[in-house]
């Protein structure tokens, strides 16, 4: 399946806010107070569309894909690479769609801002996704956050 990219609408970011996961992925579930950080132009946010024309996901670029527990840790400042975050529409994830779906957002990125490096942070216990990340190059290249309270977190990394 192709994907494509274009700058987020409040529409569509409306319409994300709304996205539950269910189970143990319902840490990734939308809310509707994040809308204003969807649409905030410093955060890069694109919605992703399937050949279709159906809305698949979203992907942001930079400071918005960083997690609290790593800015409080410094591990965001160790080197220079881009931040990578990303949501599938629920419906769509487990499907074997992951790959294409990340490579899309990484040729969109690499156009756009050309960084020496991609970099993503994601929840350990997200197993499928870690995956998906380390079939397109990604290596985990360390883990952080605390696995009793607030969550354990790897962060990886790939050349551009």
Same mark, same amino acid.
């Given at each position: 399946?192709?994907?494509?990219?274009? /700058?987020? #609408?409040?529409? @569509?970011?409306?319409?994300?806010?709304?996205?539950?996961? =269910?189970?143990?992925?319902?840490?990734?579930?939308?809310?509707?107070?994040?809308?204003?950080?969807?649409?905030?132009?410093?955060?890069?946010?694109?919605?992703?569309?399937?050949?279709?024309?159906?809305?698949?996901?979203?992907?942001?670029?930079? @400071?918005?894909? /960083?997690?609290?527990?790593?800015?409080?840790?410094?591990?965001?400042? $160790?080197?220079?690479?881009?931040?990578?975050?990303?949501?599938? $529409?629920?419906?769509?994830?487990?499907? =074997?769609?992951?790959?294409?779906?990340?490579?899309?957002?990484?040729?969109?990125?690499?156009? #756009?801002?050309?960084?020496?490096?991609?970099?993503?942070?994601?929840?350990?216990?997200?197993?499928?996704?870690?995956?998906?990340?380390?079939?397109?190059?990604? @290596? #985990?290249?360390?883990?952080?956050?605390?696995?009793?309270?607030?969550?354990?977190?790897?962060?990886?990394?790939?050349?551009?």
């Amino acid at each position: 399946m192709r994907f494509t990219l274009k /700058r987020i #609408t409040p529409d @569509e970011a409306h319409t994300i806010s709304r996205w539950r996961y =269910g189970g143990p992925y319902s840490v990734y579930d939308g809310d509707p107070a994040s809308v204003d950080s969807f649409l905030e132009p410093r955060f890069h946010y694109n919605s992703v569309y399937d050949e279709h024309g159906e809305l698949a996901g979203y992907f942001c670029f930079g @400071e918005d894909a /960083r997690v609290p527990a790593g800015r409080r840790l410094g591990v965001y400042e $160790r080197e220079s690479a881009l931040d990578i975050g990303l949501g599938m $529409r629920p419906d769509l994830t487990g499907r =074997g769609l992951g790959e294409e779906f990340v490579r899309a957002g990484l040729r969109y990125a690499k156009e #756009t801002y050309s960084p020496p490096a991609f970099r993503l942070t994601v929840a350990a216990f997200n197993r499928r996704a870690v995956r998906v990340y380390e079939s397109v190059g990604f @290596e #985990t290249v360390e883990t952080f956050g605390d696995a009793s309270g607030g969550g354990e977190w790897l962060l990886m990394r790939r050349g551009a």
